[in-house]
């Protein structure tokens, strides 16, 4: 019997705070960096609140993934698409979409998602594991466009359970589309925590059964997601896809339909409340002289940022009832029309 190694691959994992090291980014990038989480961080604090006084219905919090999402962001061109799943608001604010509108998509009216194509950004779909159907999608069309560009789809420690995950990966190894796999391990799916998800060590080395590349990066230390997200978006621009795995961590509740006590324990909570991105990234700032009285004041800019848009929101025009019904088809199967004639009658429309 012979047995030789047929294949034998890598994962790096990427930290620059935790391993001392600086940023070669000015300082004006990294103030703003900063500015963008607490702001990020501010719009949470008040969706939530809206969410309590019955403005919003659910609400899916981001808090302790800031620099997952905002340093992802910040490696991306215009000229590239974003493919976000259903926790990236702080992906949103940090590509530039309007906060009023960002609220307005949260109060249920599709409406705040409208512009998003200017932006080269798709809307939020729910459904886990699909967005990354559609990174695949968008980045293999433009392999065969023969664009420069490339696409960062956000995905969930979850969904690499999902087929589609699986089959998105395959199609991008094999007809190198420009992709990257950006998956925020937050390490739950709702109660489901991490290593029930997987009995690898990492996620980042399913990227390997593909061909493609995976690396892992500490995702509460911004500069390092800004490292690996560039690194990877290089790679997939020359049709080589990437999974990225950012490791970090959601600090509240799973939506606000959620008790994250019934099944974590506070020390644990505790313990990543220490690695928590804003403060990480705030004493970074301070050990390398960066920080500024300006920056010490953002929390009440942000706050009065994010209490005006939440108003411009609130007050927007309702939707019309057509809306609900007609932008999911070119054409209308006879039974949504049929539906949307009876809810037209049951509420007199
Ligand atoms: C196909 C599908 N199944 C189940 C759900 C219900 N659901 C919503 S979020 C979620 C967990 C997702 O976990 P993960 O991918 O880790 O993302 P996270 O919520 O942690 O950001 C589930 C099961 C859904 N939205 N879509």
Do not use: C
């Not at 899916?60 to 800031?66: D, L, T, V, Y």
């Not at 999974?243 to 644990?268: G, K, M, P």
């Not at 990234?281 to 390398?288: I, S």
């Not at 004041?297 to 007609?326: H, Q, R, S």
């Amino acid at each position: 019997m012979s047995r030789k190694q047929v294949y034998s691959g890598e994962v790096e994992r990427i930290e620059v705070m935790n391993a001392d090291e600086t940023s070669d980014l000015d300082e004006e990038d990294l103030k703003q960096l900063y500015k963008q989480m607490v702001l990020a961080r501010k719009f949470d604090e008040k969706a939530f609140s809206l969410q309590r006084r019955g403005e919003i219905s659910t609400y899916a919090p981001h808090k302790g993934q800031e620099a997952a999402q905002i340093g992802a962001m910040f490696a991306l061109n215009e000229d590239d698409w974003m493919v976000p799943s259903f926790r990236e608001t702080a992906a949103f604010i940090a590509r530039g979409a309007p906060l009023d509108k960002i609220f307005q998509r949260w109060m249920g009216d599709a409406n705040g998602q409208k512009d998003l194509s200017d932006m080269n950004t798709l809307p939020v779909a729910i459904p886990v594991g699909t967005q990354n159907l559609h990174t695949a999608g968008i980045g293999m069309a433009m392999k065969n466009k023969g664009d420069e560009n490339a696409v960062l789809g956000f995905t969930g420690d979850g969904s690499t359970s999902q087929g589609d995950f699986h089959e998105s990966l395959n199609f991008s190894g094999v007809y190198s589309g420009h992709a990257v796999f950006f998956v925020q391990n937050n390490q739950y799916a709702i109660s489901l925590p991490r290593e029930k998800q997987t009995r690898s060590e990492t996620i980042a080395q399913k990227a390997l059964a593909y061909g493609i590349d995976g690396i892992q990066v500490d995702g509460n230390d911004i500069l390092a997601v800004i490292e690996a997200t560039k690194e990877a978006l290089e790679k997939a621009r020359n049709g080589e896809p990437v999974l990225v795995e950012a490791e970090t961590y959601r600090l509240e509740d799973h939506t606000t339909s959620d008790d994250s006590t019934r099944y974590r324990d506070d020390e644990e909570v505790e313990e990543w409340k220490e690695k928590d991105p804003l403060k990480r990234f705030r004493e970074y700032l301070k050990e390398n002289d960066i920080w500024t009285e300006e920056l010490e004041k953002y929390g009440e800019e942000a706050e009065e940022k994010v209490n005006e848009a939440a108003n411009k929101a609130i007050e927007a025009e309702e939707p019309e009832f057509d809306e609900l019904f007609d932008y999911v088809y070119d054409e209308m199967p006879e039974t949504l029309k049929k539906e949307k004639q009876a809810l037209k009658e049951e509420i007199n429309q």
